[in-house]
Structures are given as structure tokens and as C-alpha cells.
């Protein structure tokens, strides 16, 4: 059973670019999360996707959308790049929204 | 908007001794649930506590969420290197379709 996917593994942009993150979820799981890490800090939440809506949205601005697919996978676009984007994009899954979450490897998002 | 706090921030032990952290969230939670991040990894799932008062053990760990459902701790019994790493604590607020926050987490080094 693959756990959690997310590709690319790392990506370098340069301010102003955009970006797609792309995310699948356990087998079995209907909800999908995303975070930003930055080096040293703990998960920021962005937003939550269940039934294909965005559920819950952290303190992001509207630079940050995403989408949740039929098949529950998921993506996060994120436009205009700055470099305080920079940060590691985690994605977490689980069996509705308040239950434990199981999470990807990440993304590396650099930019330039 | 709801902050969850881990004190300490960093806590250095020898090996075989015992080690504590001590999560608060500013709003009663739902459940809250730990993990556990290692250096260069992504967070993974330690455990959920749901019910007011609740203790449970995972071996060496102990979990424990408060009466008030506002804050929880984390003890590991006789540390060992393999425990090193960030722990966190997160949960999302009461209510539906609310926000998993994050701890500021406890980075734990255990030295040999």
C-alpha cells in the first residue's frame, strides 16, 4: 500500500514564477492538506480540501489555490512567487478532516 | 486565531534519562494528535488523544491530554539516540471543518 506521494521532490523558480505541487493520497483517505515548513519552524497550515472544496484556509494569501481531483489526489498552485516562499510544501492525508494525518515527503520549493 | 504552544523549545539529555514536553493551546481542541519530525524527514503520526483526561502509552511513551481538552504532554521514559528528533503536537479547534494547527514543537537531542 503506498502511503502518501508528492511530486516534484525539488524544484527551483525564480520571484514571480509559478508553481504547481501535486500531492496523492494514502489509499483509502479522502482529505488532503497542505503545509509550508520553513527551516526550523514547525507545519503552517494553508488549506484543506474534502470533497473536492477547500475546507479550512490558513493565514495565506490568494497567491496560494489548490484543487482536490475526483480520485482525492491534489494540487497547490502558488502564483508570483517571492522568495519568502521558499520552504518545504508538505502534503498530509487522512479519513476525514479531524483525524490523524499521514504525510509526504514533501516538496523543496526554492526560489530564486 | 488559535496558537498552540511546546515548551521547551530545545532540550538536550543523556542518554537513558527521561524527557518531557508540555503543549497549550489558546482554544479547547477537538483531539490533539503527536508526531514526531526527524532531522531531514517529514512528520509522522505518534498517536491521537480524543477524550478529556485521556492517557495512553505507546512502550517508552506516554501521552496525555488534559481535562479541559486545552493541553496535553508527551514523557519518554529512558531516551535513547533513536529518539531524537522534533516533536509536535497539533490538533484542530472545536467545531466542524476546523484547521489543524501546528506546535511550535520540542527538538529533543539525546546524547550518547
Known amino acids: 500500500d503506498a502511503g502518501v506521494t508528492q511530486s516534484p521532490t525539488h524544484l527551483i523558480k525564480t520571484r514571480g514564477q509559478q508553481v504547481t505541487l501535486r500531492c496523492s493520497p494514502k489509499s483509502g483517505h479522502d482529505t488532503v492538506s497542505w503545509y509550508q515548513q520553513a527551516l526550523g519552524q514547525g507545519p503552517q497550515f494553508i488549506f484543506q480540501?474534502?470533497?473536492?472544496?477547500?475546507?479550512q484556509r490558513g493565514n495565506f494569501p490568494d497567491r496560494f489555490s489548490g484543487h482536490q481531483f475526483p480520485n482525492y489526489s491534489s494540487e497547490l498552485n502558488v502564483n508570483a512567487l517571492l522568495l519568502g516562499d521558499s520552504a518545504l510544501y508538505l502534503c498530509a492525508s487522512s479519513q476525514g478532516t479531524d483525524n490523524e494525518q499521514f504525510f509526504g515527503p514533501g516538496t523543496r520549493l526554492t526560489v530564486l | 486565531g488559535q496558537q498552540v504552544m511546546q515548551i521547551p523549545q530545545y532540550q538536550h539529555v543523556q542518554e537513558g534519562e527521561d524527557f518531557t514536553t508540555y503543549c497549550n493551546s489558546s482554544t479547547t481542541l477537538s483531539n490533539i494528535q503527536w508526531y514526531k519530525q526527524r532531522p531531514g524527514g517529514h512528520p509522522v503520526f505518534l498517536i491521537q488523544?480524543?477524550?478529556?483526561?485521556e492517557v495512553k502509552k505507546q512502550k517508552r511513551l506516554t501521552f496525555q491530554f488534559g481535562e479541559a481538552k486545552k493541553n496535553s504532554s508527551l514523557h519518554i521514559t529512558a531516551t535513547q539516540t533513536t529518539d531524537v528528533g522534533t516533536y509536535f503536537c497539533a490538533g484542530p479547534g472545536s467545531g466542524g471543518y476546523q484547521k489543524v494547527t501546528f506546535g511550535t514543537g520540542t527538538k529533543l537531542q539525546v546524547i550518547p
Open positions: 488523544l480524543v477524550k478529556s483526561g
Open positions: 480540501y474534502y470533497e473536492e472544496e477547500e475546507r
